[in-house]
């Protein structure tokens, strides 16, 4: 990893004797401890063991070890990396192409299919349809410089483009307004000399595209057609316990059979209504 980043980004300016960026330091991070951690975000974000309907992501995934040890552990969805220097995303490929070759020698090395490497900045990179989300900030800086500050950068780029309940982790540092810190846990990391604190957290605001393609009001609208159509078989049913003249013009066996399916229709509505409710709320 240290050769191949010689060729770009950090290399570049400790060649000449300059401070890199604090966007261009980077490390590595224990894959037991990462493992560990993608479990407790997975267990906020209400995921099970079975996660191949929902997709990851290692933002700053460097030669993608996360990315590529996440994929044969894990059933997921899709797994991604996202890296923003140009030398360390091409071993990647190289990684993820070895292990493609490898597996069909081996069928099944890979329990996620789908994985997948880009070069690019959280800034650019689509993170629309992510449930879970790491990022390992471990060599960061934690004095706030306004604007230019990288975890300032970062949570600004994840409230925009990640949708509402995501799953975010981040190393030493956290997220700022619109995630909510559910869990912080010590790891093994030897990398840094002993511990590593993870920090878990949830989306709580919804994203820029679920915004504008009007998903909210979507999710809204839902819930009061639905309350709507409940309080209309809610009138319907008593105007025919208290004998409405409709009711009076059909033999009693129609009667009563009709009472019994607004019954269940009502019970029907009611479940639908909860479940709805639980969709908006997460």
Same mark, same amino acid.
């Given at each position: 990893?240290?050769?191949?980043?010689?060729?770009?980004?950090?290399?570049?300016?400790?060649?000449?004797?300059?401070?890199?960026?604090? /966007?261009?330091?980077?490390?590595?991070?224990?894959?037991?401890?990462?493992? *560990?951690?993608?479990?407790?975000?997975?267990?906020? /974000? %209400?995921? #099970?063991?079975?996660?191949?309907?929902?997709?990851?992501?290692?933002?700053?995934? #460097?030669?993608?070890?996360?990315?590529?040890?996440?994929?044969?552990? =894990?059933?997921?969805? @899709?797994?991604?990396?996202?890296?923003?220097?140009?030398?360390?995303?091409? $071993?990647?490929?190289?990684?993820?192409?070895?292990?493609?070759?490898?597996?069909?020698?081996?069928?099944?090395?890979?329990?996620?299919?789908?994985?997948?490497?880009?070069?690019?900045?959280?800034?650019?990179?689509?993170?629309?349809?992510?449930?879970?989300?790491?990022?390992?900030?471990?060599?960061?800086?934690?004095?706030?410089?306004?604007?230019?500050?990288?975890?300032?950068?970062?949570?600004?780029?994840?409230? *925009?483009?990640?949708? *509402?309940?995501?799953?975010?982790?981040?190393?030493?540092?956290?997220?700022?307004?619109?995630?909510?810190? $559910?869990? @912080?846990?010590?790891?093994?990391?030897?990398?840094?000399? %002993?511990?590593?604190?993870?920090?878990?957290?949830?989306?709580?605001?919804? %994203?820029?595209?679920?915004?504008?393609?009007?998903?909210? /009001?979507?999710? =809204?609208?839902?819930?009061?057609?639905?309350?709507?159509?409940?309080?209309?078989?809610?009138?319907?049913?008593?105007?025919? =316990? =208290? %004998?409405?003249?409709?009711?009076?013009?059909?033999? *009693?066996?129609?009667?009563?059979? $009709?009472? /019994?399916?607004?019954?269940?229709?009502?019970?029907?509505?009611?479940?639908?209504?909860?479940?709805?409710?639980? $969709?908006?709320?997460?």
């Amino acid at each position: 990893r240290n050769a191949a980043s010689r060729t770009d980004g950090y290399w570049a300016f400790v060649a000449k004797g300059e401070e890199p960026p604090e /966007a261009l330091v980077y490390g590595e991070y224990p894959l037991d401890t990462f493992l *560990k951690n993608i479990e407790v975000a997975c267990s906020y /974000a %209400g995921i #099970g063991h079975d996660r191949t309907q929902y997709h990851m992501a290692d933002l700053g995934s #460097g030669t993608g070890r996360l990315v590529l040890w996440c994929a044969v552990n =894990q059933h997921w969805g @899709s797994c991604r990396g996202i890296e923003l220097l140009p030398g360390l995303h091409k $071993v990647a490929e190289e990684k993820l192409g070895s292990a493609r070759a490898s597996e069909s020698l081996s069928p099944g090395i890979f329990r996620t299919p789908e994985v997948s490497f880009e070069c690019a900045s959280w800034d650019d990179a689509n993170l629309n349809n992510l449930d879970v989300v790491f990022a390992y900030t471990t060599c960061l800086s934690e004095m706030v410089t306004g604007d230019d500050n990288v975890m300032v950068d970062l949570t600004n780029s994840l409230n *925009k483009r990640l949708r *509402k309940g995501a799953v975010v982790i981040t190393t030493e540092y956290q997220l700022g307004d619109g995630f909510k810190l $559910v869990e @912080s846990m010590d790891g093994t990391n030897e990398f840094v000399g %002993g511990i590593s604190t993870a920090h878990v957290h949830v989306k709580e605001s919804y %994203g820029d595209w679920e915004l504008n393609q009007g998903q909210v /009001a979507h999710n =809204q609208g839902e819930v009061a057609h639905s309350q709507q159509h409940s309080q209309q078989h809610s009138q319907q049913h008593s105007e025919q =316990q =208290q %004998g409405s003249p409709m009711s009076t013009m059909v033999p *009693k066996e129609e009667y009563d059979r $009709v009472v /019994a399916e607004l019954h269940r229709t009502q019970e029907e509505l009611e479940g639908a209504k909860g479940f709805i409710r639980s $969709v908006v709320a997460g």
